[in-house]
């Protein structure tokens, strides 16, 4: 039962899914056909409205172009203060961490070594040893398995 209402759950919720694809992708047609008919629109007005009226047209052009170099201009100015910013941040604050990291882990490497070398290595060889001793011993017949 449960496993049904599952299938069922994930069922809807695909047809939801390709309902919204589908209404996405209707709005973006008909906004394009929208903006090429106002752009084929204000193309044919150009050509045959009055030579003053398209130099109003032209002039209020430039000045919507003038406006959006000076927003562009601005976003520009503060995503180039965001990144001197971010040089800041990894300059100051994430180098001397990774710093103190990289130190930690070259302490932590010498340890591992002296450990080794001090610590693992006798015992491996004193295990050794035991070890060949025990099989000489059982190879003479003085000890059984």
């Known amino acids: 039962m449960n496993e049904e209402n599952l299938t069922n759950a994930e069922t809807q919720k695909d047809t939801v899914d390709e309902k919204e694809k589908r209404a996405a992708v209707i709005g973006?047609?008909?906004t394009v056909i929208v903006l090429v008919g106002l752009f084929?629109?204000?193309?044919?007005?150009?050509?045959?409205?009055?030579?003053?009226q398209t130099a109003k047209v032209r002039d209020i052009f430039i000045i919507i172009m003038a406006f959006e170099s000076l927003?562009?201009?601005?976003?520009?100015?503060i995503l180039i203060?965001?990144?001197?910013?971010?040089?800041?941040?990894l300059q100051n604050e994430i180098?001397?961490?990774m710093d103190a990291t990289n130190q930690t882990v070259n302490t932590l490497r010498g340890t591992t070594a002296f450990l080794s070398e001090n610590m693992v290595e006798p015992v491996v060889k004193l295990n050794a040893s035991l070890a060949g001793l025990q099989r000489f011993i059982e190879i003479i017949g003085i000890k059984k398995k």
């Open 28 to 30: 973006i047609v008909v």
């Open 81 to 89: 203060i965001q990144i001197a910013s971010l040089m800041n941040l």
């Open 71 to 77: 927003v562009i201009g601005a976003a520009l100015i």
């Open 40 to 52: 084929i629109w204000g193309l044919v007005s150009l050509v045959l409205a009055e030579p003053e």
């Open 95 to 97: 180098k001397p961490i």
